[in-house]
Each structure stands twice: as structure tokens, then as C-alpha cells.
């Protein structure tokens, strides 16, 4: 007499079967993000290093996010003698981009890695946070007149909203000060680099730093408009603690 599994047997089988899937399956789903998020943090460290071997060619200066804005060459074109892989400027999370062009943009221009501009690679010459940004823009800085470089963002990813791409730079005194009202895949300046976080786990972003190394930012580095309502509120934390992570946009230091 041949031996059989009966009905029920089967659907125990296939019950249990189906449980150890929804258990397993997104596991394995967060730890392919991980996994991407190291890839993103390989990436940035290798941006940071590229402008480095540029500032050692370049008498200790930044690279600069343009040469006026909105201006060619740009950052991405600037230090590509030094990356030369095109691949590196793009967020593994998101796809690479293969055409040269994307909405009328050069690729260069929509790459999901962001230069900090006014807090790394430029600043407004004013007396202070509060005097606002309409003072002279100064294309660059010295790497070794920076403060806290080791804290400092250099570059982040960041996300035009409703698009896989990103923009090729951001100002720290927007991308910081985050709009909570903001819908998300909504394009704001003010969330452009706050809406990556859901490409990573958790909610922090992964970073370069002035000093060429990578890590992570979280929700604590950044105030929202319900914190900070105003810009002396705004200010306020920038000289507390602000400005050691994003560079202070109103001086080169």
C-alpha cells in the first residue's frame, strides 16, 4: 500500500510555508536596502575623495557647484577627471541614469547627489545667519579654513519630488529648515534631501564630509518650520548646532 500526504496535511504544509514567507519576505527586502545604503555611502566617500584630490590641485579650494549659477561647467564635470566613472554620481537606490539628457537637463544637472553650495563649496560674505542671502556669493572656500570638517556635509542625496533624479545642488539653509507640510513626491527645496530618507531604513541619510570621510545624518539635524517658525528661531539653532553639520552660509569659515 503506497503512502500518501492527505488533504490536510498539504494545506498545514502550505499554510506554514505561506507564513515563513510573509516572516522572510521583508526581511530580505530591508536588507537589500541596506545593502544599497552601503553602496550609497561607497559612492559619497568616493565623491569626497575626488574633490580632495582636486583641492590638492587646486591650492586647498573646494570644487564649486558652478561656475555661475546655473552656470557650465558644473561640479559633476569639474571633478569627473578625478571619479571617472559616471555611475559614481548616481544613488544606487535609484536607477542610473543612461541618457545624457532628462527633462531638457544635461545629466549632470539631475544626478541624486547634491553638493552642499552654501555651506561647502560657496557662501554669502555677511555679518550673520539673520542678515538673510543677498549679500555677495562667493564661488568656493579653503578646505583647511572650514570648521569641524569631519561634521561638515559636502555632499547628500537628494530627490526631485516625483522623479527618480535629483538636482545638483542645495542650499543649507533650505534643505535643513524642512516644510512638515510638505507632501511627499511633492518638489520642494526645503525637502529635498529630508524625502531620501525613505530609500534608506530608518530615517537617516547617508553623507559625505569636508574631510573626505561618509556617515549619517538623522532627524535631529534638521529643524522643521514648526521648531523654528522664523528665521531668528532658524538662527538660533544654526549657531547652536546647525552650522557644525551644514556649514554656516554666511561666512568661509
Given at each position: 500500500?503506497?503512502?500518501?500526504?492527505?488533504?490536510?496535511?498539504?494545506?498545514?504544509?502550505?499554510?506554514?510555508?505561506?507564513?515563513?514567507?510573509?516572516?522572510?519576505?521583508?526581511?530580505?527586502?530591508?536588507a537589500k536596502k541596506a545593502?544599497?545604503?552601503?553602496?550609497?555611502?561607497?559612492?559619497?566617500?568616493?565623491?569626497?575623495?575626488?574633490?580632495?584630490?582636486?583641492?590638492?590641485?587646486?591650492?586647498?579650494?573646494?570644487?564649486?557647484?558652478?561656475?555661475?549659477?546655473?552656470?557650465?561647467?558644473?561640479?559633476?564635470?569639474?571633478?569627473?577627471?578625478?571619479?571617472?566613472?559616471?555611475?559614481?554620481?548616481?544613488?544606487?537606490?535609484?536607477?542610473?541614469?543612461?541618457?545624457?539628457?532628462?527633462?531638457?537637463?544635461?545629466?549632470?544637472?539631475?544626478?541624486?547627489?547634491?553638493?552642499?553650495?552654501?555651506?561647502?563649496?560657496?557662501?554669502?560674505?555677511?555679518?550673520?545667519?539673520?542678515?538673510?542671502?543677498?549679500?555677495?556669493?562667493?564661488?568656493?572656500?579653503?578646505?583647511?579654513?572650514?570648521?569641524?570638517?569631519?561634521?561638515?556635509?559636502?555632499?547628500?542625496?537628494?530627490?526631485?519630488?516625483?522623479?527618480?533624479?535629483?538636482?545638483?545642488?542645495?542650499?543649507?539653509?533650505?534643505?535643513?529648515?524642512?516644510?512638515?507640510?510638505?507632501?511627499?513626491?511633492?518638489?520642494?527645496?526645503?525637502n529635498q534631501v529630508w524625502?531620501?530618507?525613505?530609500?534608506?531604513?530608518?530615517?537617516?541619510?547617508?553623507?559625505?564630509?569636508?574631510?573626505?570621510?561618509?556617515?549619517?545624518?538623522?532627524?535631529?539635524?534638521?529643524?522643521?518650520?514648526?521648531?523654528?517658525?522664523?528665521?531668528?528661531?532658524?538662527?538660533?539653532?544654526?549657531?547652536?548646532?546647525?552650522?557644525?553639520?551644514?556649514?554656516?552660509?554666511?561666512?568661509?569659515?
Amino acid at each position: 500500500m503506497r503512502k500518501a500526504f492527505t488533504l490536510i496535511e498539504l494545506l498545514v504544509v502550505i499554510a506554514i510555508i505561506a507564513i515563513l514567507a510573509a516572516i522572510l519576505f521583508p526581511v530580505f527586502a530591508q536588507a537589500k536596502k541596506a545593502a544599497k545604503g552601503t553602496a550609497t555611502l561607497s559612492n559619497l566617500k568616493q565623491l569626497a575623495l575626488a574633490t580632495h584630490m582636486y583641492a590638492s590641485d587646486y591650492d586647498d579650494g573646494t570644487v564649486l557647484t558652478d561656475t555661475a549659477w546655473f552656470g557650465i561647467p558644473i561640479w559633476p564635470t569639474i571633478i569627473n577627471p578625478y571619479v571617472k566613472s559616471r555611475d559614481l554620481y548616481w544613488d544606487p537606490t535609484r536607477k542610473v541614469l543612461k541618457e545624457d539628457t532628462y527633462g531638457g537637463y544635461d545629466w549632470t544637472q539631475v544626478v541624486t547627489f547634491a553638493i552642499n553650495d552654501s555651506g561647502y563649496s560657496g557662501a554669502w560674505v555677511q555679518p550673520s545667519c539673520v542678515d538673510g542671502t543677498n549679500s555677495t556669493y562667493i564661488y568656493g572656500r579653503k578646505l583647511s579654513s572650514m570648521e569641524n570638517i569631519s561634521k561638515r556635509i559636502a555632499f547628500a542625496p537628494n530627490v526631485w519630488g516625483g522623479t527618480d533624479v535629483g538636482w545638483y545642488y542645495f542650499r543649507a539653509y533650505e534643505a535643513n529648515w524642512i516644510d512638515p507640510g510638505n507632501t511627499v513626491g511633492d518638489f520642494s527645496y526645503w525637502n529635498q534631501v529630508w524625502d531620501t530618507r525613505f530609500f534608506f531604513n530608518g530615517n537617516s541619510i547617508p553623507v559625505a564630509h569636508a574631510d573626505g570621510s561618509a556617515g549619517k545624518i538623522n532627524r535631529g539635524d534638521f529643524i522643521d518650520w514648526n521648531q523654528a517658525p522664523g528665521l531668528d528661531e532658524y538662527c538660533q539653532w544654526m549657531d547652536a548646532k546647525g552650522k557644525d553639520v551644514w556649514g554656516p552660509f554666511w561666512n568661509q569659515n
